[in-house]
């Protein structure tokens, strides 16, 4: 091996798992070693945002509707170490102007400019990239049709389909 990183993943996203196992194996065939830190949320959240104690974290998250309150999050400062936000300690003042002046205006093509900026700017100094992706679901069951799916579960041990059956 050429190196190895310390990857951190919560347990309980199922999902998240499976996306570490196949990373593992993707860069293992590039030389490169991953120690697998899979804990409860609460231990990753304060090894990765409090503790900074990670060189690869993998985590489930959606980039938003629109970037001031999706991707942007993950790209401005966090020196308050909060959780779903950036967690590399980089602080850069120009990215932090682009993301506040894209959040105080309405008009589209202002809003693009700044989002550009910011991009151009994170391209630049991050040594770290977001890469977002979702396979989980938030879904919304109607119960006077299906019986099976109104009792609370797990959010990565939801119930299969094959386990509902059709009313009427």
């Known amino acids: 091996m050429r190196f190895t990183l310390n990857v951190r993943y919560i347990n309980e996203l199922s999902d998240v798992a ?32 409090t503790e900074s104690e990670f060189d ?27 959780a779903a936000a950036n967690p590399s300690g980089l602080c850069d003042p120009e990215i932090d102007a682009a993301a506040a002046e894209a959040l105080a205006t309405s008009v589209q093509a202002e809003r693009g400019v700044a989002l550009t900026a910011l ?4 391209a630049e100094v991050m040594y770290y990239a ?3 992706w979702f396979n989980g679901a938030f879904p ?12 609370p579960t797990p959010m990565t041990n939801r119930m299969p389909w094959t386990t509902m059956t059709m009313e009427g």
């Open 18 to 49: 499976a996306t570490v196992e196949m990373a593992q194996s993707m860069l293992e065939e590039v030389g490169i070693g991953i120690e697998m830190q899979g804990t409860s949320g609460a231990v990753f959240t304060e090894k990765v945002y």
């Open 56 to 82: 690869l974290a993998f985590l489930r998250s959606t980039v938003g509707a629109d970037p001031s309150i999706g991707i942007v999050r993950w790209y401005e400062c966090n020196d308050q170490k909060a």
């Open 119 to 122: 991009q151009d700017r994170a």
């Open 130 to 132: 977001p890469l977002a």
């Open 140 to 151: 919304t069951i109607n119960t006077t049709r299906w019986q099976g799916q109104d009792e």
